[in-house]
């Protein structure tokens, strides 16, 4: 196995004490449901396209935009479990964890979304062409994001609730927060809700800020309207 690199502390961790409150990992596994399920979605789209359903200017920019949404989103949650959330972790259950097998699948992923870049920026251009590279690359990244993620909530997220303290998990879920780009947080917000549950979604809402809650208000025909014509 190769040994990977721990980065620094994003802040001063307190381990979780027998008793205390279990971290919320709530959001963070609808998180992980949205991923799976929107690299699902766009490799069955493009596999339809490729087959021969009608793909014109407006649902190739519409696929277009949405992957790339999808793409950054599984860049950027990986980037922040490598950065934040793995050295919290390691730093509260020392040797009760081991994230090094997580850490190479990110690697291993990061090759996929690289092939993936390319075949989005092919569809832009070249729709049978690109609709093939893509059905190929994100059936993959699905594959290996269903078993990524399914190892990663047997495996760690019981040492997250046994070692990790509610107040660091919701710290490392407020640095995950920071940094989007608007346009994007509003979709990624979008894109959760419409994988919920009503009850998960009520929930999620009820925990938005009153910004955040009239943009998503005033977003939401427009973000389904698209999502629909990327469906076809």
Known sequence: MTQTST????????????????????????????????????????ASIAAGAPCDRRRRDAVVTFTRNVLEEVTVHHSREDDVLWPVIAASAGPHVDLDPLSEDHVALHAVLHRAEQAVALFATDVP??????????????????????DEEAEVFPVIRRWVSAADFAR???????????????????????VATPEEAAKLVSMAPAPLKLMLALTRRGWTRRRDLVRG
Request: proline residues 7%; negative net charge; contains cysteine.
């Open 7 to 46: 980065p620094a502390l994003p802040f001063p961790v307190t381990p979780r004490r027998e008793g205390e409150p279990e971290a919320d990992l709530f959001a963070f596994g609808l998180i992980h449901r949205t991923l799976r399920q929107g690299t699902r979605m766009v490799a069955e789209v493009a």
């Open 129 to 150: 062409r690109g609709a093939v590279a893509l059905v190929r690359e994100m059936t993959t990244m699905a594959d290996e994001l269903d078993e990524h993620i399914a």
């Open 172 to 194: 490392c879920e407020e640095s995950f927060r920071k940094g989007s780009k608007p346009a994007h947080a509003v979709f990624v917000v979008h894109w959760v809700l419409s």
